[in-house]
């Protein structure tokens, strides 16, 4: 069974603290998206990595595929309270998709 | 813009009411997805559909069942809801092939007393 697991469970931290979150597999993925989910809402496509190695920036936030395609991980500087959210990754091979339980996060102003 | 469109946003049911939760895309999408989204547990896949009258089993399809009879409709129906189906319903859309975006609806929040 291919699982993917993220890491923290939950996060809480202060407004302009840096931050890491994973999402890790002992499968090889042909890609990998994460996904933010803020409270009450759908969860919202925010990258899709599917180089070995790739390192994608999206204003604050920077996400990095492994060398390997097996896990991934997202950092974002300075956090602000519009961060908070469910942080959710995605991959898969083909038609089948697996989801991460999440990184819940809060950032405190 | 991309849009998935869930019929009900908050819904309360009786146990063993039949419920229905609809879900429409506006974007041509070949693929749509049922969730179920609990505390500690994620987002179970319950049932999606690669094109019309076409379902797969989810992870966790038992109690449930589908419709997808036109291609931008697709349908979740509790047959005899229970408390334990008592969630927080995805419904999701996207293309063909895995590296897809997914596009999520806005959610049916129901509560089964």
């Known amino acids: 069974t291919q699982l993917l697991e993220q890491s923290p469970q939950f996060l809480s931290i202060q407004e302009g603290e840096n931050l890491t979150v994973y999402c890790n597999s002992s499968?090889?993925?042909?890609?990998l998206q994460w996904y933010r989910q803020e409270p009450g809402e759908g969860p919202v496509l925010l990258v899709t990595?599917?180089?070995g190695g790739e390192v994608k920036k999206l204003k604050r936030l920077t996400f990095q595929f492994g060398d390997a395609r097996k896990d991934s991980s997202l950092h974002i500087t300075a956090a602000q309270p519009g961060d908070t959210g469910l942080y959710l990754c995605?991959?898969?091979?083909?038609?089948?998709?697996?989801w991460g339980l999440g990184t819940s996060l809060a950032v405190n102003p | 813009d991309v849009k998935v469109t869930q019929s009900s946003r908050y819904l309360v049911k009786r146990t063993g009411e039949k419920v229905f939760l609809e879900c429409v895309q506006d974007?041509?999408?070949?693929?749509m997805f049922w969730y179920r989204q609990d505390p500690g547990l994620g987002l179970r896949l319950i049932y999606f559909?690669?094109?019309?009258?076409?379902?797969e089993k989810g992870d966790i399809p038992e109690g449930y069942s589908v419709s997808r009879e036109k291609k931008e409709r697709f349908s979740l129906i509790l047959e005899s809801a229970s408390t334990n189906q008592t969630s927080m319903y995805l419904c999701?859309?996207?293309?063909?092939?895995?590296?897809?975006?997914?596009?999520f609806g806005e959610g049916s929040w129901l509560t089964v007393v």
């Open positions: 995605r991959a898969g091979n083909n038609r089948k998709l697996i």
């Open positions: 499968s090889v993925f042909s890609s």
């Open positions: 990595v599917v180089t």
């Open positions: 974007m041509d999408h070949e693929n």
């Open positions: 559909s690669y094109d019309v009258k076409m379902k």
């Open positions: 999701a859309s996207s293309l063909l092939g895995a590296g897809n975006t997914i596009y």
